[in-house]
């Protein structure tokens, strides 16, 4: 049966990693204000909104400040790391003493966060941030200062992010078995007239529903509204910027497309993209793909455990200055992801990163042609002991890529 959520286990072990990193900086917690990184640790993902969340770690000890809304939840079973919960009602909250039944506790965020803290016996704290990040409208005090402690900002869960564990790889795999089903409905869907959003949301559609009936009630989607399984393309002249926004536009005979394709399981996505054509494809784009497929397969051979991430995307730059490409690249080879699309580290003739196993990257060197289209494939790589594994597997080449309709 294959593994749609994080095992309890496994935030065990997280956690008891932080918890060697707290003897060793020699604090008293680590407090984390970022949802990603409060749901890496112990589980729990959440909205974010105004309302802050700060998840507190001792030795002995996991404890979570939450608003009013998140209550239920984060007292619930589907959350076992969680040992203390902490209440406020809302942002900006109140600081007089009246509460009743359906208001309470009075308190500002800061004030239950503060109490959290000097409940656990924290005087000194490591940090993510010294305090909720400013977020709908959110401007409140500094840590160290409405709680009283010092604080010192860190990037742990960052660093450890890095580098997936089983579990983790194993749920990227999953997630690309979705995506590539949503990206295949994408094609079948594609055809001349046809709206750019009304094809990618049936196809995210039907892949979604085909996720949720398969996965049935194991699969928890982390998300509010949404598809667990995604897919959408640029297409004509607008592929032609890296990061184009989806247009008004129907498909047109000859159209070039790029397109993209992740789901989400438990929190971890992949990332699939690929450039297509519909009917037909010109001679320059035939050479405009030919030559970015030849910069991914150099990419991905050149990758592997112990290789420089520079290194990697050098080669790319080298052949790109060779064949008089240079001009038509905006950007580097490819970046990590796991529970987010970008993660560290990038694929970057800047970096000092070394490629190691359990990093997962997206290889995605690409060509923009100003006026005519860009050229891009994406696939997410997982750095293994003996070399890279490719986890998403739609077809690569031109003929596999033209949509016959």
Known sequence: MSLVSVPTAEFDRRIDTVREQISEADVDALCLFSPIGIEWLSGFHHLQTERPVCLAVTDEEVAITVPRLELERADSDEFPVLESTYVYYDYPGSTTDESTYYRHPSDTPEEKIAEMIDDLGISTAAADMDGAPGFWGYSGPALSEFAGIDVETVEWIEELRTAKSDVEMELM???????????????????????????????????????????????????????????????????????????????????????????????????????????????????????????????????????????????????????????????????????????????????????????????????????????????????TESGTEEITYYPKDLESNIINY
């Open 173 to 383: 795999r999953e997630s690309a078995k979705w995506g590539n089903l949503a990206h295949r409905y994408l094609a079948d869907y594609a055809e001349p007239g046809k709206h750019e959003l009304w094809v990618a949301k049936r196809a995210s559609l039907d892949a979604s529903m085909a996720m949720l009936n398969t996965l049935g009630p194991r699969y928890d989607s982390h998300l509010r509204g949404g598809f667990p399984a995604s897919c959408g393309f640029l297409s004509g002249p607008n592929t032609a910027l890296p990061h184009g926004l989806t247009e008004n536009r129907r498909l047109e005979h000859g159209d070039i497309i790029i397109t993209g394709a992740s789901s989400n399981v438990g929190g971890y996505k992949s990332e699939l993209e690929r450039t297509m054509f519909i009917g037909e494809a010109s001679d320059e784009h035939r050479h405009y793909f030919e030559q970015m497929k030849t910069l991914q397969t150099l990419a991905i051979d050149t990758a592997g455990p112990g290789v420089p991430v520079s290194k990697v995307d050098q080669a790319v730059h080298d052949y790109c200055k060779e064949q008089g490409l240079l001009e038509y690249t905006q950007h580097h080879t490819g970046h990590n992801m796991g529970m987010e699309g970008h993660e560290r580290g990038f694929i970057d003739r800047g970096s000092d990163e070394v490629m190691q196993p359990g990093h997962a990257y997206t290889f995605e060197p690409a060509l923009f042609i100003p006026d005519v289209a860009g050229y891009r494939h994406s696939d997410t790589v997982l750095i």
